[in-house]
């Protein structure tokens, strides 16, 4: 349900305006000046605003001003019968979403409030996708491995030092590359990722490197690879492990040249690339194997992170729980569960075969699946095979 405050000092006007919106829908907290007002939009979250502007105390302009500064976001839609067109438009360039006239239009007022809605909400949706897209989830952990693995961090990301990060599936090789990536000097830059175990053989150097026009069948125009797109920024080579020779022996090249040349070109073109590697094999059993090689090993482990798996950090356990449980309700919108201790202990002895990824998925089918907390049972239930 939706909620709107009503900030007037008529009385007859806050009654008549609450049982119109209460009838539509609404959940409707009044205040009878600016003041007032201004104390429960601090405290309390609201949807939409509608304020008069003349009243006693504190003015509906002062009100806009302090109310935007406290939380841009929350539309304030003025209303006044004593407005003018010179009253409307300065509210409007303080921040107002709209201005109404009294007695107002009902059909419009409605339609108004709609609007400040779907903004209100636009810009909740804007929000979250900024936070996702631009910012590195945090590295939950107190255990000994991860301390270590941050404190490398820490020493080593602001030089342009390679990085070789070992671990697992799932167990969060990928975050430890976004965060030696955001802590660089490169963080202005891209970090462009390039999951070697997803590409066939065939194309690996081409999406590396990219290539020219009519240098294979279905290359009807010239394509940028991977390394020219990272350039100023990180190139994130995850599963190197499972590249091909051929691709190895180009990726080394570029290591030692600083530049690449195009499938099917000739012209070399210099890059300025920092490389993050990450694999799940032991690479020097695959150099024993001659499926990898030795020389580009070196190259690509200047800096070695290993990153526990997570039966080898079970401390950390309650620590990440926790951090699900409050990602999955903000993105479910419903608060956040609780989780019984003998719950939490039994995940705590859980294998968990597929790390910190696995480990996630099954607190969201925790969360859906279970009642307010989640129990025991749930636990029994949901995840632990029969």
């Known amino acids: 349900m939706s909620t709107i405050l009503i900030i007037d000092d008529e009385k007859a006007i806050r009654k008549t305006l609450n049982e119109i919106l209460t009838f539509e829908g609404y959940k409707v907290t009044e205040a009878s000046d600016g003041e007032e007002g201004l104390k429960l939009f601090s405290s309390t979250t609201f949807d939409v605003v509608l304020c008069d502007i003349k009243m006693?105390?504190?003015?509906?302009?002062?009100?806009?001003?302090?109310?935007?500064?406290?939380?841009?976001?929350?539309?304030?839609?003025?209303?006044?019968?004593?407005?003018?067109?010179?009253?409307?438009?300065?509210?409007?360039?303080?921040?107002?979403?709209?201005?109404?006239?009294?007695?107002?239009?009902?059909?419009?007022?409605?339609?108004?409030?709609?609007?400040?809605?779907?903004?209100?909400?636009?810009?909740?949706?804007?929000?979250?996708?900024?936070?996702?897209?631009?910012?590195?989830?945090?590295?939950?952990?107190?255990?000994?491995?991860?301390?270590?693995?941050?404190?490398?961090?820490?020493?080593?990301?602001?030089?342009?030092?390679?990085?070789?990060?070992?671990?697992?599936?799932?167990?969060?090789?990928?975050?430890?590359?976004?965060?030696?990536?955001?802590?660089?000097?490169?963080?202005?830059?891209?970090?462009?990722?390039?999951?070697?175990?997803?590409?066939?053989?065939?194309?690996?150097?081409?999406?590396?490197?990219?290539?020219?026009?009519?240098?294979?069948?279905?290359?009807i125009k010239q394509r940028i690879g991977k390394f020219e797109q990272a350039s100023g920024g990180t190139l994130f080579l995850d599963e190197v492990g499972d590249m091909s020779l051929s691709a190895q022996a180009k990726v080394l090249r570029a290591l030692q040249e600083g530049k690449i040349t195009r499938v099917g070109g000739d012209k070399e073109i210099s890059v300025d690339v920092r490389v993050v590697a990450a694999t799940n094999k032991d690479l020097l059993k695959e150099v024993e194997d001659k499926n990898f090689r030795l020389d580009l090993y070196h190259r690509l482990g200047v800096i070695l992170i290993h990153v526990p798996s997570l039966n080898e950090r079970r401390d950390d356990i309650p620590l990440l729980v926790d951090k699900f449980l409050g990602d999955i309700g903000v993105e479910y919108g419903q608060a956040k569960k609780t989780i019984d201790k003998k719950a939490m202990d039994a995940l705590q002895r859980h294998n968990w075969s597929g790390n910190i990824r696995e480990l996630r998925n099954v607190v969201e089918r925790l969360v859906i699946l279970s009642g307010k907390s989640i129990q025991l049972e749930d636990v029994n239930n949901y995840v632990l095979p029969r």
Not at 148 to 173: M, Y
Not at 191 to 205: F, H, K, R, S, T
Request: aromatic share 4%.
């Open 56 to 219: 006693p105390k504190m003015d509906g302009i002062e009100f806009l001003v302090k109310a935007t500064e406290l939380n841009p976001d929350v539309p304030v839609v003025m209303i006044s019968g004593h407005g003018t067109i010179e009253t409307a438009v300065d509210a409007v360039k303080k921040g107002a979403f709209d201005y109404i006239s009294k007695p107002p239009d009902l059909n419009r007022m409605l339609i108004t409030l709609r609007n400040a809605m779907d903004k209100n909400t636009l810009s909740k949706e804007t929000r979250t996708l900024k936070r996702k897209v631009s910012r590195v989830q945090e590295m939950i952990g107190e255990s000994e491995g991860i301390a270590r693995i941050k404190d490398t961090i820490e020493k080593v990301a602001p030089t342009d030092a390679r990085v070789l990060v070992t671990g697992e599936n799932g167990v969060g090789k990928e975050m430890v590359a976004r965060w030696i990536h955001e802590k660089s000097n490169r963080n202005t830059g891209p970090i462009i990722e390039v999951n070697c175990a997803a590409i066939p053989g065939e194309l690996i150097e081409s999406e590396l490197f990219g290539h020219e026009k009519g240098s294979f069948t279905s290359a």
